[in-house]
DNA sequence: CTCTCTGCAAAATTTTTGCACTGCT
DNA sequence: AGCAGTGCAAAAATTTTGCAGAGAG
């Protein structure tokens, strides 16, 4: 998680130029654990920048995901979700309500090792995902 | 991966129907190893179906992940991809030809109780997705 | 002042749906 | 024969693109 400053220098770095709108989304990214996807963001930011678009918004989860500061999730619905946390860490989504949760650094030292013994493969990154049933969603059943 | 026998076992004892469309889709799936999406599957299924539409594609992966006989990758493209082998193993792709292979079961024994303890979720499954670069395009570079 | 960025609208892409016709059982 | 399935076309949903005006450096 960056603060507005620091982002503002890795975009001024990166040749980008600093936007109150680039701020606002990363700034929305990180203050939130939900995993919005595009239209919750658009919906979200809306209020403080009416003229807020989803192209905008579009544009900038690019810039931001390749600079590396935030994740793309694909969990299997429609639309992305997108994730300010980018330190090692996976996500597991309910197959009731949907609602997708974080899950600490997993045991997985060994895993990188072993796929590129098992493909050839230079391994880059890594993304898994669970599915389950949330604690709120078991009680209600 | 079933036999057109057994898969239309499957298919009648769950209620739906036995198609030549449905064999042909499940087939297809069961005879790559390449993870095609459902353009690439009505592309190859068309000189056999010259009516196989877009819908019936849709309409057929659906029915079969519903019933467990094949699985839906999401590994972030724009279109799903789709996978007749059931059996536990995860995906690599390549991130510079768009490649997907397979990864034989990995050391993960342990991570749905891990995940548990740390969520509370009652696991039910999950999708491991590996990014990096694949032999050939390693050997051009 | 320049050049990138925003925001609108239109387009492209992927997936879903409605409905008449086909064909499985 | 009855009813689910197919296939067409249209619609929906998500994401991308073109371009004119706005704003950051």
Redesign the pocket.
Known sequence: MLTSQSL?GV??NS????????LAVYEALANTKSHP???LLYNELRPK????????????V??LNELGLITVLNTG????RYDADVTEHSHIQCSVCGRVDDIGPLSVAKLDEEVTHDTGYEVQGQKFYFYGVCPACKNKA
Do not use: C, D, H, W
């Open positions: 503002a975009l001024r040749g980008f130029k600093v936007t109150p709108q680039r996807n595009a239209e920048y009416p003229s807020m678009s989803f192209a905008t918004v579009y544009k900038t690019e810039i619905e429609g639309s992305s």
